[in-house]
């Protein structure tokens, strides 16, 4: 592989353990709520603290999955899912904050994907793709394991809508060689923005608006009164 | 520049047709991906998903099973492009590629054709055993499908009775093996062999309806003659 064309500031590491946590407390908290057992709350904890990273590595195949090499990820994925079996009510207690946490995590996460994709020196559309990957595969794992429907191709609250436009903007600006650190800030407070406003103003994912059979109707609606005129 | 060499040595294309087939045939599946999850009330991150897991999901899926390097969908961003477009074109025009079912049948056949000799090709180019060729080649035709319907949330049809698919898929890519293991033929032609037949398979099979059947045990059937066969003994 060639030298890569740009250095990549990553994040500071304290910030993608801090993400890992949430993502892991989460994860043990939708487990308690299923109701699964010991090794369900440690799956689902895991599943959703390194999910969509895994997902990204094995896709890059840059080598073993940054969640083996260090013992860090397991460890925590372990602690709070002892956290989550012991003191449910505690986490559960907790919701809005970690609801807060996650929304500003989802920036955060496609930060951490886009640059890795960067480093590697994919393609910006790559890098995008792998930023909303890291951002939410985990969730997405986390519904296939619990075998529902995902969440995130149903219509409802923008989560992974926030995350697609979000990773955009930051392959977009790391392109128009916008300073590093502020094309992250920038993705992070946009992400963030984009959820808490249409969770504020109760927008809804749109689902599929069919051109076709609209212009059809209104042909048929038309022609009806032109024949009757 | 790195990435067109890799993406050569990877795509598995140097066959008979041009290398932007490939993205043609996994537009396609994007877009049937894309109308599908439009028809089942998905919203636009479902539709995008599926699009991308249909049209892309057998290739990354081949690149994650040969471990040959970061798969050509990455490598290559015109990839995702397309699936996006696809992804437009099955939020807004459902209805329309409803309608052309036809057409859809006979691209989607083609496609399926493609990929099962693209991707048996790419295992033998690693110089894989002709048995894992022809897995390899199955798993690219019809991933996307299975990937697609995991995502939204059913039993992956493939797996179940219907109409022959990833049965034609297998037999697609058991048909270029043979032909590159065991006659001197160009790729090239193999490949278009191989392609003919899992389009006759597919089409014949969706006219005729021949399905696949469940398994039928016959464990019952062989007990009954071979005890049959120890009465007439004495």
């Keep these: 592989m060639s030298t890569p064309v740009y250095t990549v500031v990553a994040l500071p590491y304290a910030v993608e353990m801090a993400a890992v946590t949430f993502g892991a407390l989460s994860g043990a908290l939708h487990a308690t709520r299923k109701g699964l057992d010991p090794v369900g709350v440690f799956t689902l904890a895991l599943i959703c603290a390194i999910g969509g990273g895994a997902i990204r590595d094995v896709l890059l195949q840059q080598g073993t999955p940054v969640f083996l090499r260090s013992p860090s990820y397991l460890a925590i994925a372990a602690f709070a899912s002892v956290v989550g079996l012991l003191f449910a009510r505690l986490v559960r207690s907790a919701v809005p904050v970690m609801n807060v946490v996650d929304t500003l995590l989802i920036g955060v996460w496609v930060v951490i994907g886009a640059e890795r994709a960067l480093l590697v020196d994919l393609s910006y559309v790559s890098a995008a793709f792998l930023g909303v990957i890291t951002a939410t595969g985990g969730g997405l794992l986390r519904d296939l394991l619990c075998h529902d429907v995902p969440t995130a191709v149903q219509p409802g609250e923008w989560y992974v809508a926030a995350a697609i436009p979000a990773a955009v903007a930051f392959v977009l600006l790391v392109q128009a060689g916008v300073l590093l650190e502020v094309a992250q800030v920038v993705t992070i407070v946009g992400a963030a923005a984009l959820r808490a406003a249409s969770l504020r103003l109760g927008w809804r994912t749109p689902t599929a608006y069919d051109v076709w059979s609209d212009l059809e109707a209104r042909f048929a609606a038309s022609s009806i009164r032109s024949s009757r005129g | ?127 894989l055993s002709p048995v894992a060729a022809v897995f390899t080649g199955t798993v690219t035709a019809v991933g996307g499908l299975v990937l697609r319907d995991l995502l939204a949330g059913d039993a992956p049809r493939v797996l179940r009775p219907g109409v022959f698919t990833a049965a034609a898929a297998f037999l697609g890519a058991l048909a270029f093996v043979m032909l590159e293991t065991l006659t001197s033929l160009p790729s090239g032609q193999s490949q278009i062999i191989a392609m003919l037949v899992v389009f006759a398979v597919r089409l014949l099979a969706v006219r005729l309806e021949w399905r696949t059947r469940a398994a039928s045990d016959i464990s019952d059937r062989v007990w009954a003659v071979w005890a049959r066969s120890e009465d007439g003994a004495p």
């Design chain 2, 1 to 127: 520049m790195g990435i067109d060499v890799l993406g050569e040595a990877i795509a598995g294309i140097p066959l008979a047709l041009p290398a932007w087939t490939q993205l043609v045939a996994a537009g396609v599946g994007a877009v049937s991906g894309a109308v599908y999850a439009a028809k089942r009330g998905f919203d636009v991150v479902g539709v995008l998903l599926l699009a991308v897991a249909e049209g892309l999901g057998g290739l990354l899926l081949r690149d994650t099973l040969l471990q040959t390097g970061t798969s050509i969908v990455l490598l290559d961003g015109r990839y995702l492009l397309v699936a996006t477009a696809a992804a437009a074109v099955g939020f807004f025009f459902a209805g329309l590629v409803d309608r052309l079912e036809g057409v859809i049948l006979v691209l989607d056949a083609l496609a399926l054709g493609f990929f099962c000799t693209v991707g048996a090709d790419s295992a033998l180019s690693i110089s």
